[in-house]
T-cell receptor, first 115, second 114 residues
C-alpha cells in the first residue's frame, strides 16, 4: 500500500514556508524523502528512522511521528531551487533489518516556487 | 562517485516487440532495483536484486523480467511490451543494506509503446 502525500501541489513565493505530509497505513521504521526536478532523476534528501532525531538538510527539515505513522517535510524560506516534485518513500522493515532498497513511494507533491 | 547508467534514454517501440533496457553501476553495489514512474502514481518498484542471481518481485512485476548475471548489470526485459507499459523507468542502487541506506537513481528511460 502506497503512503499518501498531501498536499498534491503547492505554490509558493520565494521566502515562504511549506509543509508536505506523508501518511502510511502500516507501521514504519524509516521514511525517506527525495526531490525530483523536471526531466531529472529523484535525488535523495534525507532519511528518518524510528526512534531517531529530526533530520535537517540546509533549510529543509523533517520529522517522523511513529505513533501516527506519519512524516512531514518542512521547507523554510523557500528558494527557486526548491521547485520540483517531492516523494516520500516508506520502508516497513524492522530496525536493523535489511531493506534492499525496497521502498514504497507516495504519489508525489509538486512544489512550485515563484520569484 | 557512484554512477548508474541506463540505456537508452528514450525508446519508442511497437506492441509485442521484445526490448531490453540496460542498467549498469560502477561501484560494486549489491542492491539494485527497477522502478516505473507514472503521473499521479509516483514511483512503483518492479523488481529488485540483492546480489548476483538473487532477484525478487516488487509491487508491479507483471510483464517484466530481470536478470543479474554479474554484479554491475541489471537489465530490465519486456518480452512482449504493451501500451500500458509506456512509462518512465528508473534503475537504482542502494548504497547499503540497512534501513538508513538511500537510493541513487539512474537518469531514466522514457519508453513509449504504440
Amino acid at each position: 500500500q502506497q503512503p499518501v502525500q498531501s498536499p498534491q501541489a503547492v505554490i509558493l513565493r520565494e521566502g515562504e514556508d511549506a509543509v508536505i505530509n506523508c501518511s502510511s497505513s502500516k507501521a514504519l521504521y524509516s521514511v525517506h524523502w527525495y526531490r525530483q526536478k523536471h526531466g531529472e532523476a529523484p535525488v535523495f534528501l534525507m532519511i528518518l528512522l524510528k526512534g531517531g532525531e529530526q533530520k535537517g538538510h540546509e533549510k529543509i527539515s523533517a520529522s517522523f511521528n511513529e505513533k501516527k505513522q506519519q512524516s512531514s517535510l518542512y521547507l523554510t524560506a523557500s528558494q527557486l531551487s526548491y521547485s520540483g516534485t517531492y516523494f516520500c518513500g516508506t520502508d516497513p522493515s524492522r530496525a536493523g533489518g535489511t531493506s534492499y532498497g525496497k521502498l514504497t513511494f507516495g504519489q508525489g507533491t509538486i512544489l512550485t516556487v515563484h520569484p | 562517485e557512484a554512477q548508474v547508467t541506463q540505456n537508452p534514454r528514450y525508446l519508442i517501440t511497437v506492441t509485442g516487440k521484445k526490448l531490453t533496457v540496460t542498467c549498469s553501476q560502477n561501484m560494486n553495489h549489491e542492491y539494485m532495483s527497477w522502478y516505473r514512474q507514472d503521473p499521479g502514481l509516483g514511483l512503483r518498484q518492479i523488481y529488485y536484486s540483492m546480489n548476483v542471481e538473487v532477484t525478487d518481485k516488487g509491487d508491479v512485476p507483471e510483464g517484466y523480467k530481470v536478470s543479474r548475471k554479474e554484479k554491475r548489470n541489471f537489465p530490465l526485459i519486456l518480452e512482449s511490451p504493451s501500451p500500458n507499459q509506456t512509462s518512465l523507468y528508473f534503475c537504482a542502487i542502494t548504497w547499503g543494506a540497512n534501513v538508513n541506506s538511500p537510493l541513487h537513481f539512474g537518469n531514466g528511460t522514457r519508453l513509449t509503446v504504440t
